[in-house]
Each structure stands twice: as C-alpha cells, then as structure tokens.
C-alpha cells in the first residue's frame, strides 16, 4: 500500500501540470515545450523509481543505488526544468497565488532555497545513510524506507531547485555561485561513492562485490548526471550574457563606432583599426536612442561592447510579485 | 576625444578577452586530463585501479573533488571558449597556453600527490613503477613548460572572428 503514494502524488503533480497547461492554452499563452518534456521525462524517472521491478528489488544494493540516482538526481533536475511554480503563479485563482507568493518571499522559504542549504542537506542524507546503520534499519522497517526515499527525493529537488531551477526566487544566487555549489555537492557524492567501496558499506548492502557494484555506479552514474547539470547551469549563462551583449551591441551601435580604436595587433603590439571598419560599422546615433548615450556613455565615448557583466544579470532580474502582476491582469 | 584614453579602453578590454581565454584554456585542460585519466587508464587500459587499499580517506576526498571538478570544469571551460568567440575575443595562443597549464598542472598534481603522497592508485600495478612516473610527471613538466612559453610574447586576438562578429551590422 505503501508503495502506491509516491505513484499517486507523481499523478497527482502531472494532473496539475496538465491543467495549468489547459489554462495557458485558453488563455493564447505560449509555454516552451521543453518544460512540457521535462515534466514527462521527470515523472516518468519518479515512477520508475518508485515502481517494481526497480522498487521490489531495492534490497539489492546495485539497484538501490540505481533507484537513488533516478529518484534524487535525475527526476528532482528534469522536474525543476519544467518550471512547476512558475506554472503555478500564472494559473492558480487568484487566493492561492496570493499564499504561494508570500510562501516563496518568505525567509525559510529563502533559506531552503540557498544553495548552502541544499548542499548541506544532500550530503548530509546520504552520508547519514550511507556511513551510519540509517541503510540497515530502513531495510527492516518500511517507514524509515519511506522517510529515507522522502528525503533523498526532497533534498534532490532543492539541490536541483536552486543550482539549475528556472522558477522565480527571490534572490537566485549567480552562476558563479551556483557552479561551485554543484562542484561541491558532485565532489561530496564522488568521495562518498568511494568511500562506500574502500569500506565495504553499507552495512546491510549485501556480498560485497554487489556493494562494490553499487558504488562505482554510484560514482559514474553521479558524474553522468552531474555533468549534465553543469552543462545546464552554464547553458543557462550563456543564454542570459548572451541576451545582456546583444543588448550592449544594440546601444552600442546606435552611438557609433563601437570597436575600439586600437586593438591587439599579432605583429606589431598596438596597431590602429583601419578606418574601412570604421567606416562599415558606425550607423551613426539613431533618432530615439539618445536616452541610452546620455545614460550608459557620457558625451558619446566609445563604448566597448564586451562590458556587460554576465553576473550582474539573473535569469529573473524582476521582482516575483512584479512578473506575476504584469502577467496575470492580461490574461485574466 | 582624448584618443590616449580610448587606447586605453581597448588594451583594457583586449585583457579582459585575453584573461577570459586563458581561464577557458584552463578549465578545459584540467577537463581534458581528467578525462583521459578517466577513460585511457581506467576504462580502456585498466591501469588505475578504482580503489587501491593503500589509499588514504583524504586521496579519496581529494579524488572525488578532482573527478567532479575536472569534468564539470571541461563543462565551463568549453562554455567559456563560445564566449569568447561570441565576443569576437578568443586569444588562440593564450588559450592554448591556459590549456596546456592547466593540463600540466593538475598532471603533476595527480602524479606527485594523488599518486605518491596520497596514494591514491598507481599508475600501473605488477610493473617497475618508477619509469611510469617519471614518463608522467615528465609529461606534466613539458606541458607547463610549452604553457609558460605560450603565456609569453605577443598575442592576437583571432582576427576572423573578431571581424565577424562585431562588425555585424544591427539589423
């Protein structure tokens, strides 16, 4: 019986997804597909997990291990790309959109939400389970099993919610910070994989060539998914410095020559730009743009174009309520 | 247009994009030997044992933060390389200076304190292990060495690009 709520929630959480779809959808909005697909992709590695013949056989300590990286890796980083709260705000009536906001600017909320949290939170599970009599008890009680699973499902998703998640919090750290946070949390997984192989655990995990087992999958499916999700975090820089340099180049170019003058020259040090370019790329200052001159360059300097920092820019640089509250009254 | 200050906008700029491909180069290398350690002499030679009971619990950390580190690093430093191209900045001998320090680097740190200090593994088990050793510390040495050369001297920016992508007009 106790088998059948993580499979009832997970259809529970597609249902949802699914109406706040249907919402969208009569509303004219567009939402990116790719969510869509997370979704699916996320709640299938949620049922699979959960599900026999992965779930009936978890005793094995190989298939354990398999169960943890689709159930805390894999399912929590493909969910947390289909931007549920996102969906969320822009569908739910307008009281419980109202509590899930105050919910997201509230402090635990911002606390749970900080990467530190979520790395602390992780390792500290695992390594709970892994190096203490935490795996052995949940083998003899199906409760602690349950709470173990909750666990390892939950904190996966904090990890996943605050290192590539693309929902609004209220201060969603740099990528600079959210890279190490990954590096941290992949380093801590690896050394634990390895420790579980040099000291023979778990205790309770069976032979030890399936311990053995269990842990170099642990330690290569690990990496898999984290190079997966490094990939992600710095996918989703590029994307947003390359928004914030289109941007400059933009204003740039509506104030004139945007290369500078003299550029790095292969034979000879500093050399001057031939005034050919110059010439091809300066459109001269455009009517309606002389806000931008007064604001970014005083007196018209040159500008160089490479200027935008990258971190200064979040996914969201707006405010939460702000979003939600230029959204929903049109689509209401 | 005070024309000295505008220079010095661009040698500015120019050791942004020139830093900006170092540190690709770098990360990449870092990647790059991890990677080879991963699949030359773990998985296809079978050289390196997974674990080596004469480790010590700190080789394993340091292990661990080296195998996560180095692919994720690969991750970024290939992002960083787009960048740079993007921004019509890639500096091709510095990023190949980075790569190669990079590389070199974390070879000798993998050679001399994974494998020695911390005894992590060996380099090849049933064997006279010190011609090993000295071939991969070896190695390592001439990796820095050819990127401390490449650090050095005149640089250009990889001119193709740089006209290529911002010389696009706006629309």
Known sequence: MLELIPLALTLVALAGYGTGLHRLRRRGVRWPVTRVAAMLAGSLCTAAAVLPPIASRDELFPVHVGQHLLLGMAAPALLALSAPVTLALRTLPRRPQRILLRLLHSFPVAVLAAPAT??????????ALYLTGLYQAAEHNDLVHAAV????FLAGGLLSWAVIGIDPVRRRPGTWVRLPALIIAAAGHDTLAKLIYAWNLPAGGGPIASRHTGAELMYYGGTVIEVALAAVVMAQWYLVSGRALARTRRSSQSLGPQLPIALPSRRRGWAPLPLSHLGRISHGPRAGHKRHRRRNSPGGELREPVQANPEKLRPHPTPVSARVASVSPAER | MASSHVAGDGRDAAAKQTRRSIWSGVLAGVGLVAFIDETVFHQLLHWHHFYDKSTLAVGLVSDGLFHAGGFIAMVAGLFLLADAHRRGGFVPKRWWGGLLLGAGGFQLYDGIVQHKLLGLHQIR???????????WNLIAFIMILAGVLLMKGQAGIARSSLLRSDARPAG
């Open chain 1, 118 to 127: 979520a790395v602390v939170l992780n390792l500290g599970g695992l390594y």
């Open chain 1, 149 to 152: 699973h909750v666990h390892m």
């Open chain 2, 125 to 135: 088990y049933h064997v006279t292990i010190w011609p090993y050793d000295l071939t």
